[in-house]
């Protein structure tokens, strides 16, 4: 056996003891949304539009337990979604999810990121979130990713951040100390390290870092042996996970957490380091942003993308008024208030005119109606409606 079989068949081992994600199967859809996993939603984020089409071919690369899967089903109900992953267990459980709640549009395969290839056909969504650190070869992975990937298609990714998790990284060599020639009982594992968490002082810098940041989720086994005790894991910073970004051959749409990349989060007190932060390639800007606050960047997610993707930023006035508005699939409350969450779950406060824009625009969907039709209804001006749109609470489709 190859050392990256070895590390798969322990990956699988894992996973067969600890299914992952360890929630809980619903008889009905789940609740809320993630937009990432909405192919409206990441298209018009990444584009600036909606997309031609809603018959998209989804891809979860990696699905294990199918909590994405589900999700990925029911928030995109034109679409037809497929699962793969190298878990058996995770699979079964998967496959029962989606019966329960009805997630019908979806087929499983048992099979790994690396055979990728044996699929038919192109998607034009790919979700790959908290696998391709987990397998021995990231660039091969991603790799087979991209070649599956049809033209004008996007590839969301998920990876560790080293800066974020480095208690984590202290405890899992810790444990692997104590586990001795135990290193790959899983179940021993998660057991070392609970007692070890509970041993150690309360002022102790790992054990204050997990009950911060990761012990609600880590209460469940699952989650926890996933975090300290998984047999392949690879961290990434700025620069590495550019050079496997590049390595995809797909082009870098941008981070989808946005809000985490912007320097003036951090140094908006201090206009003259902005100022020489401009003379900065985003890649620096990226970098200095992970120097200044580490903790915060425990991952990395982005999009790629497969050329041709079109760009539309509505800068111009007769191509925003040509255009059909119709209220992001992604928002929660718009109707009852002008507060209401956004497609990121933050709460929104719009003025009055861009809410009776967006109420205008409920329907329209059916309806086709051009903002030139609608502004009249709102009193909203071009401008009320590009704010909309660059918040993500609308979708604009261009003219013919």
């Not at 192919?39 to 909590?67: E, M």
Request: hydrophobic share 40%; aromatic share 10%.
């Amino acid at each position: 056996m190859s050392d990256s079989q070895a590390i798969s068949a322990a990956v699988a081992k894992l996973y067969n003891t600890y299914p992952f994600p360890p929630e809980p199967l619903l008889d009905e859809p789940p609740p809320g949304y993630n937009w990432r996993w909405n192919w409206l939603s990441a298209y018009n984020f990444c584009t600036g539009q909606k997309p031609a089409h809603q018959t998209a071919r989804i891809l979860d690369a990696g699905c294990g337990t199918g909590v994405g899967t589900e999700y990925l089903v029911h928030l995109n109900p034109e679409a037809s979604v497929v699962g793969i992953d190298l878990s058996a267990g995770a699979l079964a459980v998967a496959k029962e999810r989606c019966h329960k709640s009805k997630a019908t549009r979806v087929e499983f395969h048992h099979l790994s990121l690396f055979d990728a290839e044996q699929l038919p056909g192109e998607f034009d969504l790919i979700n790959c979130v908290g696998v391709l650190h987990h397998t021995p070869d990231p660039i091969r992975g991603i790799q087979a990713l991209a070649k599956k990937l049809a033209p004008g298609g996007l590839l969301h990714i998920f990876v560790y951040g080293e800066l974020g998790r480095w208690e984590i990284k202290l405890m899992q060599e810790a444990i692997a100390l104590l586990q001795g020639d135990k290193r790959g009982d899983y179940t021993d594992g998660v057991s070392v390290g609970r007692q070890l968490f509970a041993a150690l002082p309360e002022d102790n810098r790992l054990r204050k870092r997990e009950q911060e940041r990761w012990s609600w989720e880590n209460q469940r086994d699952g989650y926890f042996a996933d975090m300290y005790v998984h047999p392949q894991e690879i961290d990434y910073n700025i620069q590495t996970v550019f050079e496997l970004i590049d390595a995809s051959g797909l082009e870098f749409v941008g981070f989808s957490n946005p809000q985490v990349w912007s320097l003036e989060r951090l140094l908006a007190n201090a206009p003259a380091l902005m100022q020489r932060s401009h003379g900065l390639s985003d890649r620096e800007r990226y970098r200095l942003i992970e120097l200044l606050d580490p903790q915060a960047i425990t991952h990395y997610e982005f999009f790629l993308a497969r050329a041709p993707l079109p760009r539309q930023d509505w800068s111009i006035d007769a191509e925003l008024l040509a255009a059909k508005p119709e209220p992001s699939p992604c928002i929660q409350g718009w109707r009852e208030s002008r507060q209401f969450f956004n497609y990121d779950y933050q709460v929104v406060d719009l003025d009055d005119a861009e809410w009776k824009f967006l109420r205008a625009c409920d329907g329209n969907q059916t309806q086709q109606k051009t903002v030139e039709e609608l502004l009249p209804l709102s009193g909203a001006r071009l401008e009320d409606v590009r704010s909309l749109q660059r918040q993500q609470i609308i979708l604009l489709t261009p003219s013919a």
